[in-house]
């Protein structure tokens, strides 16, 4: 019988914490393709604008071990930067996980910049083993972030 796991990763950012949560979190649907076209071929809202029960769909190229993944907001507080999504369509379901859902939160330093909280749960598939897919996940997870991150410095005006 398989059984539910979870990993966690905080990342630090000189950005601040709204900034940072409306690129990286909300509106990365947008920026994914233009930050990073060599992993993400397009994305668009399916259901939904943004608000709980919305869906996203991310289209990704031969980077990827799966080519699309869908995501539905499960919970949402923009003003405490925080939400909660789960994964309902390719990204591993069916073949490897059974379920997974991740919680986001972004919270403000005492030097003005963000810490990103994220904690990933998810329910392998009976027999199926995590060899380096966690680590993947995180860097994934990281590097998401920090190319928000590195937009958001070089275009000091975007998501105020």
């Not at 608000?51 to 071990?65: C, L, Y």
């Not at 972004?106 to 027999?127: D, H, R």
């Amino acid at each position: 019988m398989a059984s539910t796991n979870s990993w966690t990763l905080e990342i630090e950012s000189p950005v601040a914490t709204p900034r940072l949560f409306r690129a990286a979190v909300l509106d990365w649907h947008t920026l994914a393709p233009k930050l990073a076209p060599h992993i993400v071929a397009s994305a668009h809202p399916v259901e939904g604008e943004g608000s709980i029960g919305s869906v996203r769909q991310f289209n990704f190229t031969s980077a990827m071990p799966f080519s699309v993944m869908k995501e539905k907001l499960e919970f949402l507080d923009v003003e405490k930067c925080e939400c909660k999504s789960t994964l309902i369509e390719g990204g591993g379901i069916g073949m490897a996980i059974e379920t997974a859902t991740s919680h986001i939160k972004v919270e403000t330093t005492a030097i003005g910049g963000s810490v990103v909280k994220v904690e990933s749960t998810y329910k392998l598939l009976p027999g199926v083993e995590v060899k380096d897919e966690i680590t993947k996940a995180k860097d994934s997870v990281t590097n998401i972030f920090k190319g928000a991150e590195a937009y958001l410095v070089a275009n000091p005006d975007a998501y105020n």
